[in-house]
């Protein structure tokens, strides 16, 4: 269980990274956000909400 939480925070934290780039690269260039910004975003969230679930049954909080 300790692993699913390491590889879900591990891949929120790329996620987040990778979007944070793909941002940081849109306004420099001053041009449009890309188009797969959103769907990034939203897979972003749910693997954060996914990580900290997990999280949630390593502590006991969720039995």
């Known amino acids: 269980m300790l692993l699913w939480q390491l590889m879900t925070a591990s891949l929120a934290t790329l996620l987040v ?3 944070w780039g793909a941002l940081a690269d849109t306004q420099n260039r001053a041009a449009l956000l890309p188009r797969y910004r959103i ?5 972003g969230v ?5 990580a900290a679930h997990v999280g949630g049954f390593l502590t006991g ?3």
């Open 17 to 19: 990274i990778t979007f």
């Open 61 to 63: 909080v969720n039995p």
């Open 39 to 43: 769907p990034i975003e939203l897979l």
């Open 46 to 50: 749910a693997v954060i909400a996914l």
